[in-house]
Structures are given as structure tokens and as C-alpha cells.
């Protein structure tokens, strides 16, 4: 049974090499000697690198004469996209309930210190019941 294609991606996309082969693409096409040189390691393994970036969608390969070059396939990227956009709403959604709650939670905080800073008045019914007591002067 062969993996769905975002299982495949995802994938691709765990290894370091192959993620820094896509960042380095990601600024144009590119020949496979081009990619290969800031990597300590061989041509073919640097093919196998493609092979799989190119089965999970993420690079094509094309021949043009002698060059050979590697570009971006945006469509696994667009899928990719698509599957974390859920997760980006869902995030996104938990931080503003967080930001919202955290004004509120300032705002009750300024406002008991506006209310500790303000002289305290005594309201007409304790000042009456008080007097009824027979605790105030005059």
C-alpha cells in the first residue's frame, strides 16, 4: 500500500538536507551540481535526496540539453498548506481568546489600583447605619 501523498511530504520534508535542497530552490532553479556543492556528500546521494523530494511532489526535474535543472513544485506545498491551515485558524482563533482575556484581566487590575490610589468614600447607607449606631461624630 503506497502512502497518501501528504504522508509522503511530510516525509520529504523530516529531513534537514532535503529541506535545505528546498530552501535553496525556493530562490530560483537550480542544476543538481549547484545543489549539491554546500553538501559533504556525493552526487548520488544527492539524487536520492531529489528522488524523493520529486515522488512527494515537492521538486520537478526537467532536461533541457545538457542541464538538468530542479525548480519547486508548488502544488504538494499548496496541500501541505491546506491540511495546516486548520490548525493555523485553530491557533489563531485560541490567541485572540487569549489576548482578549488577557485585556480583561488588565483592565481589572488597573482598575484596583485606580480604586486602592483613590481615597475611599463611604456610601450613604453604611454612613446612615453609622449614625444609627451612634459611631460617627457630629
Known amino acids: 500500500?503506497?502512502?497518501?501523498?501528504?504522508?509522503?511530504?511530510?516525509?520529504?520534508?523530516?529531513?534537514?538536507?532535503?529541506?535545505?535542497?528546498?530552501?535553496?530552490?525556493?530562490?530560483?532553479?537550480?542544476?543538481?551540481?549547484?545543489?549539491?556543492?554546500?553538501f559533504d556528500m556525493s552526487l548520488p546521494a544527492i539524487s536520492k535526496h531529489l528522488k524523493v523530494l520529486e515522488h512527494a511532489g515537492l521538486i520537478s526535474r526537467g532536461r533541457e540539453a545538457q542541464w538538468r535543472?530542479?525548480?519547486?513544485?508548488?502544488?504538494?506545498?499548496?496541500e501541505v498548506d491546506g491540511w495546516l491551515g486548520n490548525f493555523r485558524r485553530f491557533w489563531d482563533e485560541s490567541f485572540n481568546r487569549l489576548d482578549g482575556l488577557l485585556e480583561e484581566m488588565k483592565a481589572e487590575e488597573a482598575a484596583k489600583v485606580t480604586a486602592k490610589a483613590s481615597p475611599r468614600k463611604k456610601s450613604k447607607v453604611r454612613v446612615t447605619k453609622e449614625k444609627q449606631r451612634g459611631r460617627t461624630r457630629g
Open 69 to 78: 535543472p530542479c525548480r519547486i513544485a508548488p502544488v504538494a506545498f499548496r
Open 1 to 38: 500500500m503506497q502512502p497518501d501523498p501528504l504522508s509522503s511530504t511530510f516525509a520529504a520534508l523530516a529531513d534537514p538536507t532535503r529541506r535545505a535542497i528546498l530552501a535553496r530552490l525556493a530562490l530560483g532553479e537550480t542544476s543538481v551540481m549547484e545543489l549539491a556543492k554546500p
